[in-house]
Nanobody
Framework: EVQLVESGGGLVQAGGSLRLSCVAS????????IGWFRQAPGKEREGVSC????????YYADSVKGRFTISSDNANSTLYLQMNNLKPEDTAVYHC???????????????????????WGQGTQVTVSS
């Protein structure tokens, strides 16, 4: 059974930091594009950051470049998102997701666009107060 379990969300003041974790199980971590997505109330879901495990390429949304860092612990199949200098507009539910890179075009991989076969976690709430 495939599982993605997120943790690390919470309430933080603007300028603060949080580290999200996603423990993956039930699939081969290295065959996947895996990343973080967020959805705020009334807004569409957006890709925050992704990593293509086979070559280590990363993607960051313009809104988080220079503030967020994605990383992975292959031995423990865990994905992280270090979020620094948080802003109120970062408030959202953050989901971890993964899709086999064979299912995705090169452009989709480069732009953190996962397909219908992607696995999704339940999400963790991040709230940034001003």
């Amino acid at each position: 059974e495939v599982q993605l379990v997120e943790s690390g969300g919470g309430l933080v003041q603007a300028g603060g930091s949080l580290r999200l974790s996603c423990v993956a199980s039930g699939f081969t971590f290295d065959d996947y594009v895996i990343g973080w997505f967020r959805q705020a109330p009334g807004k569409e879901r957006e890709g925050v950051s992704c990593i293509t495990r086979r070559d280590g390429r990363t993607y960051y949304a313009d809104s988080v470049k220079g503030r967020f860092t994605i990383s992975s612990d292959n031995a423990n199949s865990t994905l992280y998102l270090q979020m620094n200098n948080l802003k109120p507009e970062d408030t959202a539910v953050y989901h971890c997701a993964a899709d086999n890179w064979h299912h995705l075009s090169y452009v989709d991989q480069m732009n953190c666009q996962l397909g219908g076969s992607a696995y999704w976690g339940q999400g963790t709430q991040v709230t940034v107060s001003s």
